[in-house]
Nanobody, 128 residues
Framework: QVQLVESGGGSVQAGGSLGLSCAAS????????MAWFRQAPGKQREGVAL??????????YYADSVTGRFTIAQNSAKNTVFLEMNNLTSEDSGMYYC???????????????????WGQGTQVTVSS
C-alpha cells in the first residue's frame, strides 16, 4: 500500500516559478515510478513528468509542453519527488496530481491508467 501527499501549490504571476513536492508513504510495495499529472477544467488528465525510482539512472521524461521549463527530481528524503516549474504561463494552470506505479510500465508513460496510486491533488493557478 502507498499513500501520496502533494504540497506546494498556489497562485503565481505568469513568468514566475513554483515548486511542488510529493511525499510517499510506503507500507508494503516498492515504487518503480513517480510522476506528475495535471488536469484543467474541461480537459483530460495529462502527464507532465516522470522519474524512474527503481533504477540508479533515475531516468526522467517530460511532456513536450514543459520540456526545458520543468524539472522532476528525487529529493534527499527517500520516496519524495520534487517538481520545479519555471516560466509559468496560464496554460500551466490546473490541478496537479502525484502518481506512483508499483510495477514496470510498458509503452507510453503518460497514460493515467498505468499508475495504481494517486494523491489528492494540489491546485496551481497562473494569472496572466
Amino acid at each position: 500500500q502507498v499513500q501520496l501527499v502533494e504540497s506546494g501549490g498556489g497562485s503565481v504571476q505568469a513568468g514566475g516559478s513554483l515548486g511542488l513536492s510529493c511525499a510517499a508513504s510506503i507500507f508494503s510495495d516498492t515504487i518503480y515510478y513517480m510522476a506528475w499529472f495535471r488536469q484543467a477544467p474541461g480537459k483530460q488528465r495529462e502527464g507532465v513528468a516522470l522519474i524512474a525510482i527503481f533504477t540508479a539512472s533515475r531516468r526522467t521524461y517530460y511532456a513536450d509542453s514543459v520540456t526545458g521549463r520543468f524539472t522532476i527530481a528525487q529529493n534527499s528524503a527517500k520516496n519524495t519527488v520534487f517538481l520545479e516549474m519555471n516560466n509559468l504561463t496560464s496554460e500551466d494552470s490546473g490541478m496537479y496530481y502525484c502518481a506512483a506505479a508499483t510495477g514496470l510500465i510498458y509503452g507510453h508513460w503518460y497514460e493515467p491508467q498505468k499508475y495504481n496510486y494517486w494523491g489528492q491533488g494540489t491546485q496551481v493557478t497562473v494569472s496572466s
